[in-house]
């Protein structure tokens, strides 16, 4: 058996769907199913069981586990940049990784678990996944710090050489519908212009970069999990692996890439960055993929612009816009 945690949510239950693809259906998800609409994420998936979050972890804790598991995938997380309950992101997504790692490698499980870029901070030191500067990051809100005092854990405890961990940089893709705040700008932009006809970006605050000129590194969800059924089904590649293209991208250059996908001519309103965001804003980001390249992964990336062609053609604007067979 497989455990998904995060399961339902969008990079889990992507990589539920990439496990179908391998014909693999021997599968547990693991979440909080909530309110929202989380729960379609799983209308098209082939998975045998589900059990919620807090369940788990009490079966874990208690060692109760009555089903054979092969791997956790650790997807579960709370992973808003604006949430400020820092005990919750502590318990959340520091001590429950703690405890599944500590129950995975107890158990012969393999574990794979989720980082983030977020641990870069302002990217001032650079977006190097060396385990030797891991320790040197500062973190610019406390989900980026959550996930930080895990690596940390995970390398002082020598671990790095037993399981997997993976910083996703800027994904965007299909199953992120449920994300509210936290989608993607691709997800934000399509309804913008179907709406308005125009997309509001934020005005840049530094003289280096002009507006919509920020650049982040976007990463489409499929090739995230192309890249995390390889660390699965290599299990003697360890350690913490940044995920993404490796070639930062203007906010221009995205948002002409979804006009051109809508074939509609691009229409971009810069307007003021809220006060309280001014300090948090990361500028620049783009991963340093060589060590991933050096243990063997194939860095097999699509083009931002056919990526985005993908996401809205073949999901924002069909009647179905779930990862389907």
């Not at 989900?143 to 800027?170: H, P, T």
């Not at 307007?271 to 993929?289: C, G, H, K, V, W």
């Amino acid at each position: 058996m497989i455990i998904v945690t995060g399961g339902a949510g969008f990079i889990g239950s992507a990589f539920v769907w990439k496990l179908n693809q391998e014909g693999i259906s021997d599968i547990t998800i693991v979440d909080q199913l909530g309110t929202d609409d989380k729960w379609k994420n799983l209308l098209n998936l082939k998975y045998e069981d589900y059990i919620h979050k807090d369940d788990f972890f009490q079966m874990v804790c208690n060692d109760s586990v009555r089903f054979e598991v092969s791997a956790i995938v650790h997807m579960g997380a709370n992973s808003s940049t604006t949430e400020r309950d820092a005990d919750y992101l502590w318990e959340n997504n520091f001590l429950y990784t703690k405890t599944l790692t500590e129950w995975a490698l107890a158990n012969d499980v393999r574990f794979i678990y989720a980082s983030s870029a977020a641990t870069y901070g302002n990217g001032s030191l650079g977006f190097s996944d060396d385990h030797g500067k891991v320790d040197k990051l500062k973190p610019i809100n406390i989900y980026g710090y959550s996930k930080q005092v895990f690596d940390l854990w995970m390398l002082r405890n020598r671990l790095e050489d037993k399981i997997a961990g993976i910083k996703f940089f800027n994904v965007f893709g299909p199953n992120e519908y449920h994300k509210g705040d936290m989608t993607s700008v691709v997800f934000k932009a399509f309804h913008q212009i179907k709406e308005t006809g125009k997309v509001k970006l934020f005005k840049s605050y530094r003289k280096e970069y002009k507006d919509g000129g920020q650049k982040r590194d976007f990463v489409y969800v499929k090739d995230c999990v192309n890249i995390m059924w390889w660390l699965f089904d290599n299990p003697e590649a360890n350690g913490i692996f940044n995920l993404g293209t490796g070639k930062a991208r203007t906010w221009n250059d995205l948002i002409k890439a979804v006009f051109a996908a809508m074939k509609k001519k691009t229409n971009i309103e810069y307007i003021d960055m809220p006060e309280a965001l001014r300090n948090q804003y990361q500028y620049f980001t783009e991963a340093e993929m060589t060590k991933l390249k050096k243990a063997g992964c194939p860095l097999i990336f699509t083009s931002m612009e056919d990526a985005i062609r993908d996401y809205v053609v073949n999901y924002l604007q069909q009647e179905d816009q779930y990862l389907r067979e």
